[in-house]
């Protein structure tokens, strides 16, 4: 099972679990019904998406209403806290959480009390705090875009918004900028860096890059990189290889705009619907 | 709960010669109230810079506002009335953590986008309304989003009024310097 925890932009929504649907182009989850734009629900809809062409993995979710108050993160944080042990996942992606340290270790710590520890994925504020914290080498996937990857080659920034200027003004080079983040143990085990090329990246080692199809236009569009996210997660929890998973989800994402045929006004759902597609030719057309 | 109040305070005052100590930090409990803040006493024309905390008192995602001392009781009496007082004003002398003032602008033609620090804005050419916010990690950025894409640059609430995170407030610059370039 892949576990995936983040919040949604509506307060009215409580802490919730269970495992997750797509139906009709919403999210379904503990008899609520969420739209798909952005965010995590853009996440979980990819995996959704993907686990309906890959026959699996299930998908359960924690979510909570939060508007960046933190209020909706500091519950998902408890109940991961106590809770996480439970869940019997073999993949556990976190996502948009507001970054907060002393929650972030007190999850990590609970994460590593489990009989059977997961492969983590962080991104978004969840990326930042695991980043902050000094513990990024404890999980197996942070997958940054360019100015994040700037944040974690960055010691002294403690979120992306102080990101020392003359280390953004290094964006072209991503390769430095890597090593950098692995010399100060600022990364994951695993890389996925996102941007004109995709970079996959295993312990400072470049193992693959992706950079076609390209849709400069897609980074205009919110939530490609949550889309990402949700195919890396659901191969991942379909028992592709690490590696493997980052390249054919890096790919398919990529083709989802081939077959989206996306402007800079394009919303995301109009890419998650080109998932299936996308992502039996990623599978397909993938290296042996 | 605010141990490291404590040792912020104690510490810095102790070590500091105090001929030196010419700024203050006010640090407040959340990021939009260091943001509201920051406006109001902008709008009082009070030279306050937002900055980042010193290390000893970050958390992931917070802001401190930055203000000569020679100001303190001006900017008290401002706070006070508006019922808006920090939790704690300290002096400092080491630097702080500078915001990222640097933009990136892609032109894609019909689309203009600008990037601030991890925040992208992207408006219609021709009718400025904006179409698309990408990147970010706090959670405050798919509400921002909702509340901003479809309206116009001048129509749509500004993330600094409605957003609660350094992501939020990064987006703010992104959208001042879309503002700035098409002129709104």
Not at chain 1, 141 to 167: K, N, S, V
Not at chain 1, 243 to 250: P, R
Not at chain 2, 96 to 118: E, I, Q, S
């Amino acid at each position: 099972m892949l576990g995936i925890v983040g919040t949604v932009p509506d307060i009215r929504v409580p802490l919730i679990h269970g495992p997750a649907r797509l139906v009709d182009g919403h999210l379904r989850l503990a008899d609520r019904r969420l739209p798909v734009n952005r965010g995590t629900p853009a996440l979980l809809a990819a995996a959704l998406k993907a686990a309906e062409y890959l026959d699996g993995p299930e998908i359960y979710a924690v979510l909570a209403g939060d508007r960046g108050t933190g209020q909706g993160s500091r519950s998902v944080y408890a109940f991961l806290t106590e809770q996480v042990r439970e869940l019997d996942v073999q993949v556990l992606t976190f996502h948009y959480l507001l970054p907060d340290v002393d929650w972030h270790n007190k999850v990590l710590f609970a994460v590593e009390a489990m009989a059977r520890r997961p492969l983590l994925i962080a991104d978004a504020g969840f990326m930042y705090a695991a980043k902050m914290s000094g513990q990024a080498s404890a999980y197996d996937f942070f997958t940054p875009d360019a100015g994040e990857l700037a944040f974690l080659a960055d010691a002294m920034a403690p979120h992306p918004f102080y990101t020392r200027g003359f280390i953004l003004h290094q964006h072209n080079k991503v390769e430095e900028l890597i090593h950098q983040a692995y010399r100060d143990d600022n990364a994951a085990a695993h890389l996925v860096v996102k941007g004109e090329t995709d970079y996959i990246v295993r312990n400072d080692q470049v193992v693959a890059t992706v950079g076609s199809p390209s849709f400069p236009a897609m980074e205009a569009i919110g939530g490609t990189g949550d889309t990402l996210t949700g195919l890396l997660s659901c191969l991942c929890g379909a028992g592709f290889e690490p590696t493997a998973a980052a390249v054919a989800a890096a790919t398919a994402n990529r083709l989802c705009g081939l077959f989206a045929n996306p402007t800079p006004a394009t919303q995301v759902a109009e890419l998650i619907d080109a998932i299936p597609q996308a992502l039996a030719r990623a599978v397909r057309d993938r290296p042996a | 709960m605010f141990g490291w109040l404590k040792r912020i305070g104690s510490g810095r005052r102790a070590t500091t010669r105090s001929d030196a100590v010419d700024r203050g930090i006010m640090v407040f409990e959340h990021t939009s109230e260091v943001i509201r803040c920051e406006t109001l006493l902008k709008e009082r024309e009070l030279p306050v810079r937002v900055m980042g905390p010193p290390p000893e008192i970050q958390t992931g995602c917070d802001l401190v506002i930055e203000f000569p001392l020679i100001e303190e009781l001006n900017i008290r009496r401002v706070l006070e009335q508006a019922g808006m007082l920090p939790l704690t004003i300290v002096p400092v002398t080491a630097p702080l953590l500078t915001p990222v003032d640097l933009f990136a602008v892609t032109d894609f033609g019909d689309y203009l986008m600008v990037r601030a620090a991890n925040m992208k804005m992207t408006v219609a050419r021709d009718t400025l309304e904006i179409v698309n916010i990408s990147g970010g990690g706090c959670p405050d950025v798919p509400y921002l989003a909702s509340e901003m894409v479809g309206k116009t640059l001048a129509a749509a609430p500004r993330p600094r009024d409605i957003g609660h995170t350094l992501c939020g407030y990064a987006l703010q610059l992104a959208y001042e310097e879309l503002c700035r370039r098409c002129s709104v």
